[in-house]
C-alpha cells in the first residue's frame, strides 16, 4: 500500500532479500527490482547458532553480504534520492548506504517484543531463550537504529519504547493505514455463529492468539452457542496450528490467494493478541470490511477506535467469551459496530500515511550529512 502511493509521484526501486521464487513476481510499482538470496537453514540450525551469535536471531537470518555489497552501486545507477529500510532487522543497512539518506521503519520495537514473548512462552527453556535474545535485540537497535537519518514507527508506545532503549532516538510517529477500497464491506454471511481469525499464522504473536482463543476461549463460547465455529485464516500455519482443525468445528485455511471472501463469511471477527507491539494490519482490515470485531488491549495498541462504537475490548478468556457470545447473539449490535468500524477506517486510509512518509523523506533529505 505504501508503495501503490508513493509509485503516483515517485520513481521506486526495490532491493529484498526473498525466496527465488519471488523474483519472478511482478512488481508492479517498482522500476527496478533487484533480488537476492535469504539465508535459509533448518530450524533447530538457527537456533543453535544464534546461541554463540552476537547479533539476535531475527537479524543474523537478514544478512547477506552479497546485497550489502550491491547496495552503493545500486543507490547511484538509480540516482536514489531516500532509502527506505523497512523493518528494524535492516538498520545495518545504512552502513552499505553512506552516501544516502536513509529512513528506518521498524514495524515494532523488537526488543519489547521479545520480553513478552518470554513472559508468554508455554515453557522455561522458551521463556529463557526469548531473554537471551531479547538482550542480544536490545543491544543491536541500540547500536544500528541511530545510523538511520530518520526513523518512525507507527504508534507512540513504540516512540517511548524506543527514547528508553536510547534516548537520542526521536522516532517519528506515522500510523499505518488501510486501503478502503480493497478492503470494503460485503454481504452479511448466511449462517450464524461463525468466528473468524485473520492473521499470519507463520508470525509467533498470532500463533499464540489462536492456540489461545481456541483452547482457552472457545470452549466457553461453545458451551452456550453449540453450534458456533471458527475459522483461522492466515498464512503458513505451524504444525500446532494446522492440528486445531482435528478439532470439531474449527476450520484452518492455510494460504488464500484473497482473504476478503473468508472475513465476509464471518459473523464476528476476533484479535485475541497478547503480546504488544506494532500496529496490526489485520485489524485495519477487519474494521475497513465493516465486520464486527472482539479484541483484546493489545491487538488494538496504536488503534484509536473506541471500545463499544468500532469494536468490543476484552483481555481475559471470560470477557472475551462474553463479548463475543454477546455480538454473535446480537444482530443490531452487529451492525452499528460494522458500520461505524467502516467509518472509522475511512477516515484511516494510506492516502494519510503516505503523505506524512513523503514529508519525512524529504526531512531527511534535508538534514543528511555524507558520512
Same mark, same amino acid.
Given at each position: ?5 508513493? *509509485?503516483?509521484?515517485?520513481? +521506486?526501486? $526495490? ?6 521464487? &519471488? ?29 554463540? /551469535? ?55 520495537? +523488537? ?9 508468554? *512462552? ?48 526521536? =522516532? ?20 450464524? &455463529? ?7 499464522? &507463520? ?21 452456550? @452457542? ?57 485489524? @485495519? ?21 473506541? /471500545?463499544?462504537?468500532?469494536? @468490543?475490548?476484552?483481555?481475559? =478468556? ?9 455480538? $454473535? ?8 459496530? *460494522? ?33
Amino acid at each position: 500500500n505504501l508503495a501503490r502511493g508513493l *509509485a503516483a509521484r515517485h520513481t +521506486l526501486t $526495490l532491493a529484498t532479500l526473498s525466496a527465488a521464487s &519471488d523474483a519472478h513476481a511482478p512488481q508492479p510499482y517498482f522500476q527496478n527490482a533487484y533480488f537476492f538470496s535469504q539465508r535459509v537453514a533448518p530450524r533447530w540450525r538457527k537456533w543453535a547458532y544464534s546461541f554463540f /551469535d552476537a547479533l539476535p536471531l531475527w537479524a543474523r537470518v537478514h544478512e547477506s553480504a552479497e546485497l550489502r555489497a550491491a547496495l552503493p552501486e545500486i543507490a547511484a545507477r538509480a540516482a536514489i534520492h531516500v532509502a527506505h529500510l523497512d523493518t528494524g532487522v535492516l538498520a545495518p543497512y545504512a552502513v552499505a548506504l553512506k552516501n544516502t539518506p536513509t529512513v528506518l521503519a521498524p514495524h515494532d520495537v +523488537l526488543t519489547t517484543q521479545l520480553q513478552d514473548r518470554a513472559r508468554h *512462552a508455554a515453557d522455561w527453556r522458551m521463556r529463557g531463550a526469548m531473554r537471551v535474545q531479547a538482550r542480544k535485540m536490545r543491544r543491536f537497535e541500540t547500536r544500528y537504529y541511530p545510523l538511520a537519518t530518520r526513523l518512525c514507527v507507527v504508534t507512540e508506545r513504540e516512540r517511548a519504547a524506543l527514547q528508553t532503549l536510547a534516548p537520542n532516538l526521536n =522516532a517519528r510517529v506515522i500510523p499505518n493505514g488501510v486501503d478502503t477500497e480493497y478492503f470494503a464491506p460485503q454481504a452479511e454471511p448466511v449462517g450464524a &455463529d461463525r468466528i473468524g481469525f485473520l492473521g499470519a499464522l &507463520d508470525y509467533a504473536p498470532n500463533q499464540h492468539a489462536a492456540l489461545y482463543f481456541v483452547k482457552t476461549i472457545f470452549p466457553r463460547i461453545a458451551r452456550q @452457542l453449540p453450534q458456533a465455529t471458527v475459522t483461522l485464516i492466515g498464512r503458513n500455519p505451524s504444525a500446532e496450528i494446522r492440528a486445531l482443525a482435528q478439532t470439531p468445528r474449527i476450520c484452518v485455511t492455510s494460504t488464500v490467494d484473497d482473504v476478503r471472501p473468508y472475513v465476509a463469511s464471518q459473523n464476528v471477527l476476533v484479535a485475541p493478541i497478547l503480546e504488544a507491539g506494532g500496529m496490526k494490519f489485520k485489524v @485495519l482490515e477487519t474494521l475497513a470490511m465493516g465486520k464486527a470485531l472482539v479484541a483484546t488491549s493489545a491487538a488494538m495498541e496504536g488503534i484509536a477506535a473506541r /471500545d463499544g462504537a468500532e469494536f @468490543l475490548l476484552a483481555d481475559d =478468556a471470560e470477557s472475551f467469551a462474553a463479548a463475543c457470545v454477546r455480538a $454473535l447473539r446480537d444482530e443490531t449490535l452487529r451492525g452499528a459496530l *460494522a458500520r461505524k468500524a467502516r467509518a472509522w477506517a475511512l477516515r484511516h486510509s494510506w492516502k494519510n500515511s503516505v503523505a506524512q512518509y513523503e514529508a519525512l523523506y524529504q526531512e531527511a533529505l534535508d538534514a543528511f550529512v555524507v558520512r
